[in-house]
């Protein structure tokens, strides 16, 4: 190979990776550099005292307090319905499942991991419109559907990872219990699981990350931009990711587009916070699995 | 533990197993469910033509498919050789720290919320491109295409760069006792060897690029007209589902949303069977 190609195909994979680093250090910087300023209790709690607030014995009506409180919620409400499911289907994949079914299960899953998530939007919204028409009058998208929509969008997360901690164990540790008499529910209850639990709890922490940053879902189940702090599961609430997809588009003056910024901080910031801790569980993991095998 | 629980587990584990493969059929069969009127009725070709105009009754969804092709395919235009580039440059031109300072920017962008791409590109990209082209608001595929490209940018760095490591260490070795430089390795060793690997990473990217609705939604300007240059709005088929949420649920214009969504799902259906025919089973992209 000519030398000066060689070069250029080296020069070309720095560049890459440099206009990479700089495209994604311009939108953080820009991102911080205009939403710190904005960055005080009043953004939160806006112009009600923040311990009335917090013990909820006023309304915040022009701060995020609401929207903070709808997006951890929600997440709650999500990470209820997806854990039980999404464990126990991943124990069943991983240990009970046969080879005549697997396929089956496997490729219905990929399919829930890769269908748009406005897809799985759209499903709660119908199945919203179908209990509207066939169960009771008083359902409409809600943040009960918002949060079993969530669920069916970050299912396959839990249900993979718990598979894969189970499935990647070492023969040994998978036997030791069942040769020293454990039944098969001991087994995977008191050994396999304690075994890889940070594996499987780094999945968890991934899927809260999605129901937090996740908007297309939310937007057509029944998140609106002003409703207060939700008071039933039939509630319609606000949530921090759309509160700034409806300001970029909605904004009425500069300190409203100042809050936006202020918003996608400290949405950022939630993010962040459980991704780096989704990442040191699963490196823990990895780390263990080194030493002991 | 008495045989009467551990029966119950099994059973308690089977069933959820089946309730969350029974979703994904649930879904497919809302979507056919409530797209069934326009197949029966026959007018289903008129809802694969170029015009909407709902006071028209005309639900042509023609655009919004123009639509996603020409965005998503511009997005993996831009994306590919940065992508192909930035893997490179993690596998092979830089084993040392800044390669991996470059491998955790990138996994650090995965967790990146796509409304926060969107708000920034709204405030930094559009005005930017709107100078740039000197008319209309800087809303336009361009725009849309750019940001999303960053947006799928690290499923095609991630999965390419594990796919370069994939390559046997004795082929790498081998390489490197004759002589051969970085450059030379990539070329002949590693990219004949991983092939596979990348066309499955830019299907992945792919089925990415055309399952996001947000960046599309808010940047690319949801005009209703099929995009003739890089400057004209657009609407893809995922923010035509965001943008008809229609109150009357009979009504064509609600009907057609679930075309879009059908649409979709047998776009992922196919990218997930070419996965799968490519050997790479268990995919979990960021959607």
Excluded at chain 1, 187 to 197: M, S
Aim: charged share 10%.
């Amino acid at each position: 190979m000519n030398r000066f190609i060689q070069y250029s195909i080296t020069f070309f994979a720095w560049i890459s990776g440099i206009i990479l680093i700089g495209a994604i250090g311009v939108l953080l910087i820009f991102l911080l550099f205009k939403g710190v300023s904005s960055l005080n209790s009043f953004l939160i709690f806006g112009e009600t005292r923040p311990l009335d607030a917090l013990l909820f014995r006023k309304d915040v009506l022009d701060g995020l307090f609401p929207a903070i409180i709808g997006t951890i919620l929600l997440i709650t409400a999500s990470i209820v319905w997806a854990i039980p499911i999404g464990v126990a289907s991943g124990i069943y994949l991983a240990e009970y499942c046969n080879l005549r079914w697997k396929p089956f299960f496997s490729f219905m899953l990929d399919l829930l991991a890769g269908i748009p998530s406005i897809l799985v939007g759209l499903f709660g919204f119908t199945l919203s419109i179908f209990l509207h028409r066939h169960l009771s009058e008083h359902i409409y998208p809600c943040f009960l559907i918002s949060s079993m929509a969530l669920a069916c969008l970050v299912l396959p997360y839990i249900i993979r990872t718990t598979e894969q901690a189970l499935v990647n164990l070492p023969f040994s540790v998978k036997t030791t219990g069942l040769a020293l008499g454990a039944s098969r529910l001991q087994n995977i209850l008191f050994i396999l699981i304690p075994y890889n639990l940070s594996r499987i709890i780094s999945g968890i922490i991934l899927a809260i990350g999605r129901c937090a940053e996740d908007t297309a879902v939310i937007m057509l189940t029944g998140v609106v931009a002003m409703a207060g702090i939700p008071h039933s599961l039939l509630a319609k609430y606000e949530a921090l990711p759309f509160y700034i997809f409806y300001i970029s588009s909605d904004y009425n003056s500069q300190e409203e587009l100042m809050k936006g910024f202020g918003a996608c901080i400290i949405l950022l910031a939630v993010c962040a916070v459980f991704f780096t801790l989704a990442n040191i569980l699963k490196r823990k993991a990895e780390i263990r699995f080194a030493t002991r095998t | 533990m008495k045989p009467f629980i551990e029966k119950c587990a099994e059973k308690g584990f089977l069933f959820s197993a089946i309730l969350s493969a029974s979703i994904t059929i649930l879904i497919l069969s809302f979507m056919i469910f409530f797209s069934f009127p326009i197949f029966k009725g026959g007018d289903i070709a008129a809802f694969f033509t170029l015009g909407w105009n709902p006071y028209e009754g005309k639900f042509g969804i023609l655009p919004m498919m123009a639509g996603t092709g020409i965005i998503a395919s511009l997005a993996l235009f831009i994306a590919t050789p940065f992508g192909i580039g930035c893997s490179a440059l993690i596998s092979v031109f830089s084993k040392g720290s800044s390669g991996r300072f470059l491998r955790k920017v990138v996994e650090f962008m995965t967790g990146i919320p796509t409304v926060i791409y969107g708000f920034v590109a709204i405030f930094l990209l559009v005005p930017f491109i709107r100078e740039i082209f000197e008319k209309g608001t800087g809303m336009c595929v361009l725009s849309a295409s750019i940001m999303l490209a960053l947006l799928i940018l690290p499923t095609i760095v991630l999965f390419l760069s594990d796919a370069f490591n994939s390559v046997p260490r004795s082929y790498i070795d081998a390489a490197d006792s004759l002589g051969a430089t970085p450059a030379q390795k990539l070329v002949y060793v590693i990219i004949p060897y991983a092939w596979k690997g990348i066309i499955s990473g830019l299907v992945l990217a792919a089925g990415r690029a055309v399952g996001d609705t947000l960046i599309a939604l808010m940047i690319a300007g949801n005009a209703l007209q099929i995009p003739t240059g890089l400057d004209d709005a657009a609407r893809t088929l995922t923010s035509h589902i965001a943008l008809i949420i229609a109150s009357d649920y009979e009504s064509p214009e609600f009907k057609s949303i679930f075309l879009c969504g059908l649409i979709l799902f047998t776009f992922t259906t196919l990218i997930v069977l070419i996965m799968r025919s490519l050997g790479y089973f268990k995919i979990l992209g960021k959607r």
